[in-house]
């Protein structure tokens, strides 16, 4: 592939996200498992989430607003302030989460540097991101970042035209195929998903991405050297 | 001068933002009238902030999280869950308030347009800053938005680099003296002060900028253009 500018996706991609929103989940379930079982809380929940997304964007401040929300609404107002407070607690212990990257990503991304303009491209929290790239140890690899409102075609037209890269020089790298995949052969650059064991319900979908040439299934992270070689 | 670029701060510099907090914190004072006075709440309320900022960084859903855990402190958890839900209903509400722009605003900007490249360099929730700036009818006029964790020195420098503009020729415009003036003419640009009628106490700054060559106060927006001519 004739690339010379790589995208790469933060959560999920280059470090554990998910799983953390999981763990915290599996707590959220207990606090509320005298009133609802485990499947109305997180149906619950995710309607919350989706409802707000438009006003909140993502990240862990909205998802704390929508867990309260979600908890007073479940307990029909029968939950305490106390209890309120430990989801305020677990919000900022989320935003204070160590920073673990995947396998793979800290020996790959040297390599990757070395051949390619490296741009982090993410939804979520300004703060938090910027935070965990540093964290991450990460950060001297990209001459680019990115943290956007949401990964549409607009938005990755919008960076290829400010940065002046061609779409067909372009490879985004990422764990959702609704948001690092898709729109990014729809504006006509290439695309690798390298899946996570766990997808959340908003960034899934069922569509697939029908461009033979532009898309790439890859196991791990450590198969993108050799694929844009 | 002879600047080419100028940035422009978003809230109380364009559009009104800290009249809406104040309307805010007017009702929030009332909620908690029965348990404290309006001094103590206030006082509170600004310590979690100053205390949550590294976390939640600015913007409407940390203030909203900031309130819900002020309230619970104050009233020594008695709050009940349904006021709790009102105040993340505030919260949403501030986050769809319409943009109302400031006198002047509206004629000034298509004038400046025609002869500088403007910037929007805010700080705040992604989300919504790009709403008010949708909203506002402004976008059009800008050629670049940067919405930004902190606006210190470092981050002016980015930008500039960035977008290979020479410090001599930016010029920044904003009502907050910490983050639109004083990291700016730190870094050798220009900067025009434009109070607002309220700053925030986070944004209250007791330095006076000794740059007398580089430093303009104008009353408003309305003086830049004679300013940069």
Not at 21 to 50: C, N
Not at 57 to 74: D, P, R
Not at 108 to 132: C, E, F, N, Y
Not at 151 to 163: G, N
């Amino acid at each position: 592939m004739n690339c010379r500018v790589i995208g790469l996706d933060a959560d999920d991609t280059l470090w554990h996200n998910e799983t953390i929103f999981a763990r915290v989940q599996e707590r959220y379930r207990a606090l509320l498992s005298q009133y609802h079982d485990a499947e109305a809380v997180d149906r619950t929940l995710l309607a919350t989430e989706r409802r707000n997304i438009e006003h909140y964007g993502y990240g862990v401040k909205g998802f704390t607003l929508s867990a309260i929300e979600t908890a007073i609404e479940l307990t029909k107002g029968r939950i305490s302030a106390q209890e309120i407070q430990t989801l305020i607690d677990t919000g900022r212990e989320m935003l204070a989460h160590p920073v673990e990257l995947l396998d793979g990503v800290a020996e790959t991304l040297p390599t990757l540097a070395q051949s390619h303009r490296l741009m982090l491209i993410t939804k979520g929290d300004l703060v938090d991101q910027q935070r965990k790239l540093t964290k991450s140890g990460l950060a001297e690899y990209f001459t680019g970042v990115e943290i956007v409102s949401e990964k549409d075609p607009a938005t990755y037209e919008d960076i290829l035209r400010r940065q002046g890269t061609d779409p067909a020089e372009f490879l985004m790298v990422g764990n959702s195929l609704k948001s690092d995949v898709l729109p990014v052969l729809e504006v006509g650059a290439n695309a690798a998903y390298v899946p996570y064991k766990v997808t959340w319900a908003l960034e899934q979908s069922d569509e697939i991405p029908d461009a033979p040439d532009r898309f790439f299934r890859l196991a791990s992270i450590r198969e993108l050297p050799a694929l844009v070689k």
